[in-house]
C-alpha cells in the first residue's frame, strides 16, 4: 500500500481482548502452521476455492472464517466439509484409524454491564445500550476432521452453484459497485495506491494491466485498504499511516492480501497468473511471521470484515 499522509500516531484498539498463555501457545501453533505451508510453497491466502465452496462445518453448513479458512484451503482436502468427533458421533460416524484433526480456533466473548459488572447474556445484549456494555474475547482451540477421514456416514451434498450469471467482468466491477459509500476512482499514472486523506483510489488506465484479472486483482487489493478508512472499519494501519516495513504496516499489507484473495475467489478471476508463488514474497511473510506471532490471527480476522463490509454482509 502506498500513502501521501504521513502521521505516526499509533493506537491499539480492542484492548478489552486479553491473551493469557493458553492463547499465546494458539496464536504460535496457528502461525506455525502456516509457516510450514509457506515453505511448502504454499501461499495460503491465494488458494483457489473448492468447486463445492468454501470450507464449512457439514452439520451447520456454515462456512469457516478468518484464520480457519485460510488454514483449512491449504490443507487441498478431496471435499470442503468438517465435523468434529462429537458431531461425527452424532451422525453414527466414526475417524477412521490414523486420521489426524486439524485445529481450529474462535473467539468466546463475555459480556458485562459497566455499572453492576453483571455477565449479560449473549442472547440479551440487544436489551442493552451498547455504551453500558464490556466485551472481553478469549482466544479457544477445538477440532475438527475432513470428512473423507470419518466411516459410517452417508454423505449428502448439496448441488454445485454458481456465483452469478454475469460475465467475469461485470461481476468483477459490481464488487466496487455494490459496496456502500465506496471511495473514489480514478485512473492515471503508472501507480496504484490508496489515499487516506482523500479516500480515493488511483491506478493505472486499465489497457497498462496485462489482463482484466490483474487490474481488478490490484483493484481488491487497494479496495481492501479503503475498508481501514475512519468513515467504514477505521484500523490502525489506515487510519493512522504507518512507516514502510514498521509492524502496522506489515500487518495492513497482509490484511489487504488475504482479503484480496477472498475477494479474487469469489468473483472467480484467481487464475495462474494470480498464483504465480513468488520466493521472494514467501519468504518476506516467513519473516514476519516468525517475528510476530500475533499477526497471522489478527490480520486474517480484520481482512474478514474488511471483505464482510464490501459484500455488504454485516451491519454496518
Known amino acids: 500500500m502506498k500513502t501521501e499522509t504521513k502521521k505516526s500516531a499509533k493506537r491499539r484498539r480492542g484492548s478489552n481482548f486479553q491473551v493469557t498463555g493458553s492463547q499465546s501457545d494458539i496464536y504460535e501453533k496457528f502461525t506455525n502452521l502456516i509457516i510450514e505451508k509457506l515453505k511448502q510453497g504454499i501461499i495460503p491466502w491465494k ?5 463445492m465452496g468454501l470450507p464449512a462445518n457439514y452439520l451447520t453448513k456454515k462456512p469457516y472464517k478468518g484464520i480457519n479458512l485460510w488454514m483449512l484451503l491449504s490443507c487441498g482436502h478431496q471435499y470442503p466439509y468438517y465435523l468434529t468427533f462429537k458431531q461425527a458421533q452424532a451422525l453414527g460416524g466414526k475417524v477412521r484409524k490414523g486420521a489426524k484433526a486439524i485445529p481450529i480456533c474462535y473467539w468466546k466473548f463475555a459480556f458485562r454491564d459497566k455499572k453492576t459488572g ?3 447474556p ?6 442493552y445500550d451498547l455504551k453500558q456494555v464490556t466485551r472481553s474475547g478469549f482466544l479457544k482451540e477445538f477440532k475438527v476432521f475432513p470428512i473423507e477421514q470419518l466411516d459410517g456416514i452417508e454423505w449428502e451434498f448439496p448441488e454445485l452453484s454458481t456465483i452469478e450469471s454475469l460475465p467475469v467482468n461485470e461481476h ?3 464488487i466496487y459497485e455494490d459496496m456502500v459509500r465506496p471511495p473514489e476512482l480514478i485512473h492515471k499514472g503508472s501507480s496504484a495506491y490508496y489515499r487516506t486523506d482523500l479516500d480515493q483510489i488511483t491506478l493505472p488506465e486499465r489497457t497498462l494491466f496485462p489482463s482484466s484479472e490483474d487490474y481488478y486483482g490490484v483493484l481488491y487489493h487497494e479496495l481492501v485498504h479503503s475498508t481501514g478508512h475512519n468513515s467504514r ?3 490502525v494501519g489506515v487510519s493512522d499511516p504507518q512507516e514502510f516495513a514498521s509492524e502496522e504496516y506489515s500487518k495492513e499489507e497482509l490484511i489487504a492480501e488475504m482479503g484480496a484473495g477472498y475477494l479474487n475467489n469469489y468473483t472467480g478471476i484467481l487464475d495462474k497468473n494470480l498464483l504465480e508463488n513468488s520466493v521472494a514474497y514467501i ?3 516467513l519473516n514476519e511471521l516468525r517475528n510476530d ?3 497471522l490471527i489478527e490480520a486474517a480476522s480484520k481482512a474478514q470484515k474488511a471483505v464482510d463490509y464490501i459484500l455488504n454482509e454485516c451491519p454496518f
Open 233 to 235: 472499519l477505521d484500523r
Open 293 to 295: 506471532k500475533h499477526l
Open 283 to 285: 519468504q518476506n511473510w
Open 172 to 174: 468483477c466491477r459490481k
Open 118 to 120: 453483571k455477565v449479560i
Open 122 to 127: 449473549e442472547s440479551q445484549i440487544g436489551l
Open 47 to 51: 488458494q483457489p476455492w473448492h468447486e
